[in-house]
């Protein structure tokens, strides 16, 4: 049986933990769905759990609730006691570390294998899952993260939808994508002006052996100038990117929402050593 907890209202009043919108925070409350997004994730009973963002601990209380062991990372200092009592009622299974999510070490706070499950404040949630997709192992392994709903959009986005990006590229050439299921705006305090969506991002065992910096910068190159064929948005990485662009059986007048992911890995793998000048 779960702990005899306050509600997180109370949480919230007791310690003037009012959301702030410089910090990207907007809470969920309703423990209803706190319990779906960790259903979402599969099994976690037993498993290390890395939560950003945690604030008054809503989503905390259901990871602990499902039997995880939960590391936080908390940027807002005055979450820290409410997140302090909530360990309480779970001796040994919450440990909150004050900092920059952005900035951390993952593999200095969790071992390989944990699982991330976060309501990702809003202002550093592609930040995040950039930084995660192009380390050179990603840390986790499987990530149930809850994003603007427009954000996520464009992690699923195909070929040919004008909000395929950069970021679904990265995405989608390092992890299997689905979308778990919306949320409305009203769910949240405060309410947002957008939806949220909640994605299950599980990494390939095997994906396309390529430097993700490479990756990177060819899609920075390419969807940074969108409107532009790759004969001209390649440029910055690639002297000539006619014929390059030929030998990989890639037109050069296509633009950027024209390739797979397969065909930017393509141009990815050749960078390192046909990159005429650096990016």
Avoid at 259 to 274: G, K, N, Y
Wanted: neutral net charge.
């Amino acid at each position: 049986m779960p702990p005899d907890l306050p509600p997180i209202r109370d949480v919230i009043r007791r310690h003037g933990l009012d959301a702030r919108r410089s910090l990207g925070q907007h809470f969920l409350l309703d423990l209803n769905l706190t319990r779906r997004i960790v259903r979402a994730a599969g099994d976690i009973e037993g498993k290390t759990v890395y939560e950003v963002g945690p604030g008054p601990g809503g989503l905390t209380r259901a990871l602990l609730e499902a039997g995880a062991v939960v590391v936080a990372v908390e940027t807002d200092a005055r979450c820290l006691d409410a997140l302090a009592e909530l360990g309480a009622h779970y001796p040994g299974r919450l440990k909150v570390v004050e900092a920059d999510a952005v900035a951390c070490d993952e593999a200095s706070l969790v071992a390989p294998g944990s699982l991330v499950i976060a309501n990702l404040p809003y202002n550093i949630s592609t930040v995040l899952l950039a930084k995660w997709l192009t380390i050179s192992l990603v840390p986790f392994a499987d990530m149930t993260l809850m994003f603007q709903k427009e954000v996520a959009n464009r992690i699923l986005a195909e070929p040919g939808n004008k909000t395929y990006g950069r970021l679904s590229v990265l995405a989608q050439w390092r992890c299997a994508v689905e979308r778990a299921f919306d949320l409305p705006a009203q769910a949240f305090v405060p309410p947002p002006k957008v939806e949220s969506t909640v994605l299950r991002l599980t990494p390939r065992a095997n994906p396309i052996s390529i430097d993700p910096a490479a990756l990177e910068r060819v899609t920075a190159a390419a969807f940074g100038q969108r409107r532009k064929m790759l004969r001209s948005s390649l440029k910055s990485l690639i002297e000539n990117p006619v014929p390059f662009l030929e030998d990989l059986g890639i037109a050069p007048t296509d633009r950027a929402e024209d390739l797979t992911v397969a065909q930017f890995c393509a141009i990815a793998a050749r960078i390192p050593t046909e990159m005429a000048t650096s990016g």
